[in-house]
């Protein structure tokens, strides 16, 4: 019987290259849900931050992180958005992050307890001094003559020129400034206690007394009365030559292999040719 024959055409084998094209389902990564996920990169968060000190600097007074974060207005990935970009908002990573920068920053002041128990936070200048009455106090206690730099008074506070005018003119500091610019570079404390007043008659003999108009005048007169003109040149100091003494140089014997024979042997080595 012609059905009973099996059929020309075989079944076609399983082609390998179909299953080489489906693709294996790679294991889920493991995720770690107790920190926030990475925002943004370290070049951009140590920008935000710099912006963020200039800002709490100029305003010259303790700030909320919510002022600070919402001054910085930081802009995040959206795709619900049309844009694809939104504003982080307070309570967020970005708003957590910075806080965390801000709080370790060494130009920060924080005080857990400003703003009603929310934390502050205010710029630390190298000095604290912020008032003319605080600049008064600080140049008063200190415990050399160094002058304190302007500059670094004007670090952190706005009005350090304002307060140094104003101190200078009752007599409270004393300044030095620069001689093209007249710009203030250092000041001190006046201490009014050590300003005294000459007698009149001292005064008038102190300018009586005439100078020599040549130099070298004065300075015979000087010499005459034994004293030393601060103009006599210095004689150069006579430089004592210490002679060297020359090393003993140790000449190398015969290498000794009996030594209980020392005192009999005798060196010949500067005989060889």
């Known amino acids: 019987m012609s059905f009973l024959k099996p059929s020309g055409t075989n079944s076609p084998a399983p082609s390998m290259a179909s299953d080489a094209s489906k693709k294996r389902p790679r294991p889920a990564e493991s995720v770690v849900y107790s920190q926030p996920a990475a925002t943004s990169t370290g070049t951009e968060w140590q920008t935000r931050v710099d912006y963020a000190l200039r800002h709490i600097k100029e305003?010259?007074?303790?700030?909320?992180?919510?002022?600070?974060?919402?001054?910085?207005?930081?802009?995040?990935?959206?795709?619900?958005?049309?844009?694809?970009?939104?504003?982080?908002?307070?309570?967020?990573?970005?708003?957590?992050?910075?806080?965390?920068?801000?709080?370790?920053?060494?130009?920060?002041?924080?005080d857990k307890k400003g703003g009603n128990g929310a934390g502050t936070y205010?710029?630390?200048?190298?000095?604290?001094?912020?008032?003319?009455?605080?600049?008064?106090?600080?140049?008063?206690?200190?415990?050399s003559s160094v002058g304190i730099k302007v500059k670094d008074l004007h670090d952190g506070w706005p009005g350090a020129l304002d307060a140094i005018k104003e101190l200078e003119e009752k007599g409270d500091l004393l300044v030095m400034r620069n001689t093209k610019t007249q710009a203030p570079l250092l000041v001190w404390h006046n201490d009014r206690s050590l300003k005294k007043t000459i007698d009149n008659d001292l005064s008038k003999a102190w300018l009586d007394v005439a100078l020599p108009a040549n130099p070298d005048d004065l300075r015979i007169k000087l010499e005459a009365a034994n004293l030393k003109p601060a103009s006599q040149p210095k004689a150069p100091k006579a430089i004592q030559k210490t002679e060297k003494k020359k090393k003993r140089v140790q000449r190398k014997g015969t290498?000794?292999?009996?030594?209980?024979?020392?005192?009999?042997?005798?060196?010949?080595?500067?005989k060889r040719k």
């Open 255 to 270: 290498k000794m292999t009996n030594q209980h024979m020392a005192g009999i042997l005798r060196d010949y080595s500067s």
């Open 122 to 143: 205010r710029f630390r200048p190298k000095h604290n001094v912020r008032s003319a009455e605080q600049l008064a106090t600080f140049l008063r206690v200190q415990p």
């Open 59 to 110: 305003k010259d007074r303790a700030m909320t992180l919510d002022e600070v974060f919402n001054f910085l207005s930081i802009q995040v990935d959206d795709q619900s958005e049309s844009t694809g970009r939104r504003t982080a908002k307070v309570g967020g990573p970005e708003w957590k992050i910075l806080g965390t920068i801000l709080r370790r920053h060494d130009k920060i002041e924080y």
